[in-house]
């Protein structure tokens, strides 16, 4: 890294220091025979991507056939197995792994056409049936963790044993032959939904991702970002802020990308002043808002589109809004953080030029732009990826310096495969959860249970949800705490009268916040990491910046307007609100408006900004009230005088 410019080179490193605890660096023979499988694997679906995709049973038992194999190469088995060497247990694994769901893979027309639960299944496809399991069950303790692993046996034990328990939480007594036909010999379980849509749309766009960052990409969106923002009040923060959630919606990894942008924004802000624990918090909030920032939300949009039977592009265009001002309350937060510490930004000539960078990197916009017009013209998600790809080769040869040799084309497919790997594992297990919860019947019974707890109130309905999808989203990757709800809270959410695409993004964004939500805020303790700074201080400090994210979903559930739902003349209202409501949110946070502000202030504040995002005129008067007299308050009795750096905010009493 040289002066100001970043180099992903340097930053993958550190990404690869962050995650090695779990992987392996294979070599030699081992290593050559895993990236063949890995770009075989990549191979595959970019065929399906332009031929069409094989029927369900095929198309999903091949791709989660090929990420097993992937991930007994690539996982260690414990953190004390070595880390150069496929160990003879591995081997074995992958070679069951390989028998078992190539029977799937071949017998996958048979097994559609078969008459579920009448047909008996053979012993044969039973050995198969438990063996597939057993591997599913393995790979992910590796990937996932305990936690997932932990959550499936329990839905097991409830289909197996359920029927002895008495009461409306009873049900009636299945064989372990039909339990496991439901799972494994149908698309009922972990060839469901999940499953097809990480098969199809999400494997392409993790594709897409590498591509990019092969391309040098990243370092054209990072470096842009210092270059417009450096020379800013709290630039190198404004930078982390832009450049994070630009790189985050296309990774949808919030710990990866905290890992990766991090080691370059984190020092960057300690640099200019910011201290160590709000740097690395600002860096894990942005990183976090990827998977809730359109257009592509980190591929998990894919499948809340496919629960919600909606197109992507309409679950992506009612994103906007509560993406907005998520970063809005952020990048306010981190302004009013320099104003009141006096800090400046880099001196220009220390900075890139930024029309030099644009137009150096321009054409690495075009790819964004594919999707974006593909998906808006009605194509689908899984051709907008492939055309993604495509035109990311085709751009990158505008210059000799990005251009793409056969050898980055190959790196980038063999790491394309590597980085689905969760989401295929995730996607597979909550399957077996989803199969279980529709077997069963438990989602309507839970369901229920939860409006008798909330007596029929949503607003308590709602927090019961909250702390479900959040507690659930710190031991499971965003997308498996989320699709393990759609049969379980949001039908509840939905009877009690709410739209069902705010039910699911309710959900969804709660899932989202568990990155930084402590204990177990690991986009967070990852940039403590970085920066050198307190774990549990920094995962405070990302719950206060990322304070808004935890009120808008109440105010699109209650307001629809906020998902672009309404009359335009509904929908303009609700935003100016919303938008007033966040910045008096973002002051009251920061204990900052024209000076510093106490504490009284700070409660009436946030109380006026939470009237000018409850629905209702007479909230809204109560909320202008409030906030105008804290400012008449502040600008009368202001004593702290403060010099304008330059900064984007301009003095608020000019």
Same mark, same amino acid.
């Given at each position: 890294m040289a002066g100001n410019h970043v180099d992903l080179d340097d930053i993958q490193q550190n990404q690869a220091e962050v995650t090695h605890e779990k992987l392996r660096a294979l070599k030699g023979f081992a290593g050559i025979l895993i990236s063949i499988i890995a770009i075989a694997m990549s191979i595959f679906h970019l065929y399906t991507g332009l031929f069409g995709v094989f029927e369900s049973i095929l198309q999903r038992s091949a791709h989660l056939g090929f990420a097993l194999v992937l991930v007994f190469a690539i996982y260690r088995p414990t953190k004390k197995a070595g880390k150069e060497k496929v160990h003879g247990y591995d081997w074995l694994l992958m070679i069951?792994?390989?028998?078992?769901?190539?029977?799937?893979?071949?017998?996958?027309?048979?097994?559609?056409?078969?008459?579920?639960?009448?047909?008996?299944?053979?012993?044969?496809?039973?050995?198969?049936?438990?063996?597939?399991?057993?591997?599913?069950?393995?790979?992910?303790?590796?990937?996932?963790?305990?936690?997932?692993?932990?959550?499936?046996f329990i839905f097991l034990a409830y289909g197996f044993f359920g029927h002895f328990i008495t009461g409306a939480l009873g049900h009636r007594e299945f064989t372990p032959m039909w339990i496991m036909d439901h799972l494994f010999y149908t698309t009922n379980g972990v060839f469901g939904t999940a499953l097809g849509v990480s098969a199809t749309f999400i494997f392409l766009f993790v594709l897409f991702g590498k591509f990019l960052e092969v391309s040098g990409a990243g370092n054209f969106f990072i470096n842009l970002s210092v270059s417009a923002m450096g020379q800013y009040r709290g630039g190198p923060a404004k930078t982390a802020i832009v450049g994070s959630s630009i790189l985050g919606t296309i990774s949808g990894s919030a710990v990866a990308n905290t890992a990766t942008t991090g080691a370059f924004t984190i020092p960057l802000m300690k640099k200019t002043g910011y201290r160590n624990y709000f740097?690395?918090?600002?860096?894990?909030?942005?990183?976090?808002?990827?998977?809730?920032? %359109?257009?592509?939300?980190? *591929?998990? =949009?894919? $499948? !809340?589109? +496919?629960? /919600?039977?909606? %197109?992507?592009?309409?679950? *992506?265009? =009612?994103? $906007? !809004?509560? +993406?907005? /001002?998520?970063?809005?309350?952020?990048?306010?937060?981190?302004?009013?953080?320099?104003?009141?510490?006096?800090?400046v930004g880099i001196k220009k000539e220390e900075l890139p030029g930024t029309w030099g960078i644009f137009k150096k990197g321009f054409h690495f916009l075009i790819p964004l732009i594919v999707i974006v017009v593909m998906l808006v013209g009605g194509s689908s998600p899984m051709k907008a990826g492939l055309y993604a790809i495509i035109s990311t080769i085709l751009v990158a040869a505008i210059q000799v310096s990005t251009r793409l040799s056969w050898r980055?084309?190959?790196?980038?497919?063999?790491?394309?495969?590597?980085?689905?790997?969760?989401?295929?594992?995730?996607?597979?297990?909550?399957?077996?959860?989803?199969?279980m919860i529709g077997l069963t019947g438990i989602g309507l019974k839970f369901s229920s249970l939860i409006i008798e707890l909330s007596g029929g109130i949503l607003l308590i309905a709602l927090i019961f949800t909250m702390v479900?999808?959040?507690?659930?989203?710190?031991?499971?990757?965003?997308?498996?705490?989320?699709?393990?709800?759609?049969?379980?809270?949001?039908?509840?959410?939905?009877?009690?009268?709410?739209?069902?695409?705010?039910?699911?993004?309710?959900?969804?964004?709660?899932?989202?916040?568990?990155?930084?939500?402590?204990?177990?805020?690991?986009?967070?303790?990852?940039?403590?990491?970085?920066a050198g700074s307190e774990p549990m201080k920094t995962g405070m400090t990302a719950v206060r910046l990322g304070i808004t994210a935890y009120i808008v979903p109440y105010l699109f559930v209650y307001g629809e307007q906020l998902l672009l739902i309404g009359s335009a003349s509904q929908i303009i209202l609700?935003?100016?609100?919303?938008?007033?409501?966040?910045?008096?949110?973002?002051?009251?946070?920061?204990?900052?408006?024209?000076?510093?502000?106490?504490?009284?202030?700070?409660?009436?504040?946030?109380?006026?900004?939470?009237?000018?995002?409850?629905?209702?005129?007479?909230?809204?008067?109560?909320?202008?009230?409030?906030?105008?007299?804290?400012?008449?308050?502040?600008?009368?009795?202001?004593?702290?005088?403060?010099?304008?750096?330059?900064?984007?905010?301009?003095?608020?009493?000019?």
């Open positions: 069951l792994s390989i028998v078992s769901y190539s029977y799937f893979v071949f017998n996958a027309q048979e097994i559609q056409s078969r008459m579920s639960y009448i047909e008996q299944l053979t012993s044969l496809e039973i050995v198969l049936g438990f063996i597939a399991m057993f591997t599913l069950m393995e790979a992910t303790r590796r990937v996932i963790g305990k936690t997932l692993v932990v959550l499936v740097a690395a918090a600002v860096e894990a909030v942005s990183s976090a808002g990827g998977q809730i920032m %359109p257009p592509i939300m980190g *591929a998990s =949009a894919f $499948i !809340i589109a +496919a629960y /919600l039977g909606v %197109p992507y592009m309409e679950l *992506a265009v =009612a994103a $906007i !809004i509560p +993406a907005v /001002l998520y970063y809005l309350s952020l990048f306010l937060q981190v302004d009013l953080r320099a104003r009141r510490n006096r800090m980055q084309i190959v790196k980038a497919l063999d790491l394309g495969a590597k980085a689905s790997l969760e989401t295929v594992i995730a996607c597979a297990a909550a399957g077996l959860i989803i199969g479900a999808s959040i507690i659930l989203g710190m031991g499971l990757p965003t997308v498996a705490a989320y699709i393990v709800q759609v049969p379980l809270t949001i039908p509840a959410l939905i009877e009690l009268g709410v739209a069902p695409i705010a039910a699911h993004l309710f959900v969804f964004y709660f899932a989202s916040l568990s990155a930084i939500t402590p204990p177990v805020a690991l986009a967070a303790f990852t940039g403590a990491g970085i609700s935003v100016i609100t919303a938008i007033i409501g966040v910045i008096g949110i973002a002051c009251a946070a920061e204990g900052w408006v024209l000076r510093h502000a106490f504490w009284y202030e700070r409660m009436l504040l946030f109380a006026g900004a939470i009237g000018m995002t409850i629905p209702g005129i007479y909230s809204d008067m109560i909320g202008v009230i409030v906030l105008v007299s804290i400012y008449v308050l502040q600008k009368t009795f202001r004593k702290d005088l403060l010099t304008d750096h330059s900064g984007i905010t301009k003095e608020m009493s000019s």
